[in-house]
């Protein structure tokens, strides 16, 4: 069974949208970083991110950080 990450600094919510968004590119013809085995989109691209192979940027937290760089 396929489980989100227990992190407490990363959110659900944004593993979902990250994999969702990896599953569609999956499903326009991008490869895959992993060996396939006959899986599915959605299954190969939770795989990824659970492991850390998709990046990606978290614009909120940047923002966060500029603002407390700046004061």
Known sequence: MHSIPDDPD?????FII????RARQLQ????SVLPAT?????T???EEVRRGLVPYTD?????????????
């Open 10 to 14: 990363a959110s659900t919510y944004r």
């Open 18 to 21: 990250v994999a969702a968004k």
């Open 28 to 31: 326009n013809g991008q490869r």
């Open 38 to 42: 006959n899986k599915k989109p959605t």
């Open 44 to 46: 190969l691209s939770m």
């Open 59 to 71: 614009l909120n937290r940047e923002e966060q950080h500029e603002l407390e760089a700046a004061e």
